[in-house]
């Protein structure tokens, strides 16, 4: 019944896109592979992976027409697994963002699961992981990798003074006698001119829920032990540790000179636990070099620094296109962490039983 419901949704909307001149549009991206991994938990790995440089998506998206400027708009991405078929959220159909607004000449305006403006502004500097989908900063602490606010209210202004753009949103709790936990707000700002991008965004996000030895491979978290391994088996002791808040501050630049691009980013993320606070540091940089219009190479390295603790990564790519919306590309990534960390690389894989951590991988990337 739900297939036959989701079925007839879609016929509906794509034929009043049809009756109202193609203002509805089917697109998305498809995104699969073969990955070896030097070290999960003590073992290498060789595996199909799926959704790794850009996630598997199918959107519907809609504009209408309210004449004087005004547009209503919306935007429906789901989620998959290509590999599997099956949705990334269990009894989630559109969990990639799922919104509905009105454009004006003043600005947007919309409703719904969206992307923060850490997502939006700052994301697009995270060099190393345009080369390879698994290269987000560590832990995604700092919401380099698509981050969302549910229930959001959301504002971005038009394009100001030759390239100036800005916005804010607020994201409710829905909890009732509890409006600031499970609450967050996000704002930015973006200046694309020419050669020259730059943008800010700081997100904020209260008594979020995470994982630290899964996410950053650490053994203890303000002071709490999170991990332990006994013969050479790891054990997460601290799967859902909810803090009391998290807010980020991203500040990122990419410039074009000629073929190559260079990028420049850095992350502030202040997590707080009880009374005390921690913050991790995340610089990055590196460039893409379009050789020619169908081979692009691209080059990044990252350093972190939390808890006493430092990551070193770096990242290399090779991306080739058969035609327009078709990619084959090979990519690696190398990590090591300082002493009492278990290396994982994006939060991508199991932790390694070691401070290092390396994966290659090659894939094929179609947009539609």
Do not use: C
Not at 139 to 152: A, C, I, P
Not at 248 to 254: E, H, I, N, R
């Amino acid at each position: 019944m739900k297939k036959r419901m989701i079925a007839a949704l879609v016929g509906a909307v794509m034929s009043s896109g049809a009756l109202a001149q193609s203002s509805v549009t089917l697109s998305g991206r498809l995104d699969e592979g073969i990955t070896y991994v030097n070290n999960e938990g003590g073992h290498s790995n060789e595996k199909m992976d799926s959704g790794v440089l850009f996630p598997n998506l199918w959107i519907l998206s809609g504009h209408e027409d309210l004449g004087g400027g005004y547009a209503t708009l919306f935007k429906l991405s789901s989620l998959f697994n290509l590999s599997n078929g099956q949705l990334n959220q269990q009894n989630t159909l559109f969990g990639q963002q799922a919104w509905v607004g009105i454009q004006s000449p003043y600005g947007t305006i919309s409703l719904g699961n969206q992307f923060d403006f850490s997502a939006d502004y700052f994301g697009q500097f995270n060099v190393s992981s345009a080369g390879s989908g698994y290269a987000i900063h560590q832990g995604d602490f700092d919401h380099t990798n698509n981050d969302r606010l549910k229930n959001s209210i959301k504002y971005v202004s038009p394009e100001l003074f030759g390239g100036l753009t800005f916005g804010g949103m607020f994201g409710f709790s829905n909890t009732p006698g509890s409006f600031h936990d499970n609450s967050g707000w996000s704002a930015g700002a973006q200046y694309a001119n020419g050669p020259l991008t730059i943008a800010t965004a700081y997100t904020y996000v209260a008594t979020p829920t995470i994982d630290p030895y899964a996410q950053i491979g650490v053994h203890s978290f303000f002071g709490q032990q999170v991990a332990s391994v006994t013969d050479n088996t790891a054990t997460d002791l601290a799967p859902a540790f909810q803090i009391r808040s998290l807010g980020t501050l991203g500040v990122g630049a990419s410039y074009a000179i000629g073929n190559v691009t260079l990028y420049g980013n850095f992350s502030d993320t202040v997590l707080k636990y009880l009374e005390e606070k921690s913050v991790m540091h995340v610089w990055e940089g590196g460039a893409t070099w379009q050789v020619t219009p169908s081979i692009q190479l691209v080059g990044g390295y990252q350093h972190t620094g939390f808890e006493g603790h430092t990551w070193n990564q770096v990242t290399a790519a090779a991306l080739y296109a058969l035609s327009k919306r078709t990619q084959v590309y090979i990519s690696s990534d190398y990590l090591k962490a300082s002493a009492g960390v278990d290396a994982v690389i994006g939060a991508s894989f199991e932790p390694s039983l070691t401070g290092k951590q390396a994966d290659v991988r090659l894939g094929i990337y179609h947009s539609f």
